[in-house]
T-cell receptor, first 113, second 117 residues
Framework: QQQVKQSPQSLIVQKGGISIINCAYE??????FPWYQQFPGKGPALLIA?????SEKKEGRFTISFNKSAKQFSLHIMDSQPGDSATYFC????????????FGRGTSLIVHP | SAVISQKPSRDICQRGTSLTIQCQVD?????MFWYRQQPGQSLTLIAT?????????ESGFVIDKFPISRPNLTFSTLTVSNMSPEDSSIYLC??????????????FGPGTRLTVL
């Protein structure tokens, strides 16, 4: 079964700190790696995504680092804010064929003020 | 992007009854999905809702329990039949759209929080 392993399950960070969430995948056919942010009572929303032709993508305080050889990718949240407190899901999918992403188990992030 | 609405947003139901959840998208989409998210858990795909044909169900999910309709490219329904407390969960409608450069992006509705007593 295709899997995406996400860690840690929960993370507590002080305001201004760096939050790091890691994911590892098995299927080398995956070529699209999005991160989703979900606030309580809301559906997941696409936060940032990367393709394996680049090793890093940055959007504001959010950065994806991608290591193709290790089959790992991570989300870094710089200068973490209490408003970043949410559950974060990594995912992986193949753009060819039927598009159905495989999701990680999620990381509950709490940023203390 | 895609704006997705779901009805109802939440419901409390008695065991043995059925609930139909509606999903409306603001634009025509080919790929539409239904997910289940149990408290504190990840997203589990129930089925792909195919327009004009029967839905494609994932392992562990069957049509008799989760019948799905997809009458057009902007609307779908998911019915949770003969409910039991184990069906208590958040049910999410999702669509995938092709976005330039990045390819397919997936958008989610706000979810329907179901509690079965």
């Amino acid at each position: 079964q295709q899997q995406v392993k996400q860690s840690p399950q929960s993370l507590i960070v002080q305001k201004g700190g760096i939050s790091i969430i890691n994911c590892a995948y098995e299927n080398t056919a995956f070529d699209y790696f999005p991160w989703y942010q979900q606030f309580p009572g809301k559906g997941p929303a696409l936060l940032i995504a990367i393709r394996p032709d680049v090793s890093e993508k940055k959007e504001g305080r959010f950065t994806i680092s991608f290591n193709k050889s290790a089959k790992q990718f991570s989300l870094h949240i710089m200068d973490s804010q209490p408003g970043d407190s949410a559950t974060y899901f990594c995912a992986a999918s193949m753009t060819g064929g039927s598009y159905i992403p495989t999701f990680g188990r999620g990381t509950s992030l709490i940023v203390h003020p | 992007s895609a704006v997705i609405s779901q009805k109802p947003s939440r419901d409390i139901c008695q065991r043995g009854t059925s609930l139909t959840i509606q999903c409306q998208v603001d634009s025509q989409v080919t790929m539409m999905f239904w997910y289940r998210q149990q408290p504190g858990q990840s997203l589990t795909l129930i089925a792909t809702a195919n327009q004009g044909s029967e839905a494609t169900y994932e392992s562990g999910f069957v049509i008799d329990k989760f019948p799905i309709s997809r009458p057009n490219l902007t609307f779908s329904t998911l019915t949770v039949s003969n409910m039991s407390p184990e069906d208590s969960s958040i049910y999410l409608c999702s669509v995938a759209k092709t976005v330039a450069v990045m390819g397919n992006e997936q958008f989610f509705g706000p979810g329907t929080r179901l509690t079965v007593l």
